[in-house]
T-cell receptor, first 114, second 115 residues
Framework: KQEVTQIPAALSVPEGENLVLNCSFTDSAIYNLQWFRQDPGKGLTSLLLIQSSQREQTSGRLNASLDKSSGRSTLYIAASQPGDSATYLCAALHGSSNTGKLIFGQGTTLQVKP | DGGITQSPKYLFRKEGQNVTLSCEQNLNHDAMYWYRQDPGQGLRLIYYSQIVNDFQKGDIAEGYSVSREKKESFPLTVTSAQKNPTAFYLC??????????????FGPGTRLTVL
């Protein structure tokens, strides 16, 4: 059974710091891995999607990497800002190519202090 | 303005009542999903539908029911059989649910509280 874990559950950093959020999964047979952002009491916004054949994806100050062999993905945030404060969730698409399901981690809640 | 809407934003239910959560999308997406989110836990899949008039159970379908009579709409009913329904419910959609490059787009959520 696929399990996705995010550690730590919470992280607090000063503004301007570069930081890395971690995501690990137990079954390397994934089709893709996605990173989402969730603001308090809101829905999820997709940040980056990495296909299983890719190593990384970049969008602005965000860079996500994927290492299937070690069962790990990281989300790198450069020059963090208070507006980056939110919960970040990773999700692995697992199963068959026609009925794959997203398996979510518990999330890391990030606070960026001014 | 394309997107996914969920209503109501907050819902209170007495024990023993059935309640229905609304989810509507105007993105012309074929696939729609319902998730449940509890504090400190990731999202868990309740039901999903890849096409009109068809849907499948997710990981925690017991005590829930859905219908997919129209492409734009995927309502979720929380029945009295659901033992612990207090949670944040999120609806999502994707273009096809089959293509591996599809991302899911989420609605703003409905917070259900059992009194």
């Amino acid at each position: 059974k696929q399990e996705v874990t995010q550690i730590p559950a919470a992280l607090s950093v000063p503004e301007g710091e570069n930081l890395v959020l971690n995501c690990s999964f137990t079954d390397s047979a994934i089709y893709n891995l996605q990173w989402f952002r969730q603001d308090p009491g809101k829905g999820l916004t997709s940040l980056l999607l990495i296909q299983s054949s890719q190593r990384e994806q970049t969008s602005g100050r965000l860079n996500a990497s994927l290492d299937k062999s070690s069962g790990r993905s990281t989300l790198y945030i450069a020059a963090s800002q208070p507006g980056d404060s939110a919960t970040y969730l990773c999700a692995a698409l697992h199963g068959s190519s026609n009925t794959g399901k997203l398996i979510f981690g518990q999330g890391t809640t990030l606070q960026v202090k001014p | 303005d394309g997107g996914i809407t969920q209503s109501p934003k907050y819902l209170f239910r007495k024990e023993g009542q059935n309640v229905t959560l609304s989810c509507e999308q105007n993105l012309n997406h074929d696939a729609m999903y319902w998730y449940r989110q509890d504090p400190g836990q990731g999202l868990r899949l309740i039901y999903y539908s890849q096409i009109v008039n068809d849907f499948q159970k997710g990981d925690i379908a017991e005590g829930y029911s859905v219908s997919r009579e129209k492409k734009e709409s995927f309502p979720l009913t929380v029945t009295s059989a659901q033992k612990n329904p207090t949670a944040f419910y999120l609806c999502a959609s994707s273009i096809s649910g089959i293509a591996l490059t599809d991302t899911q787009y989420f609605g703003p959520g409905t917070r259900l509280t059992v009194l």
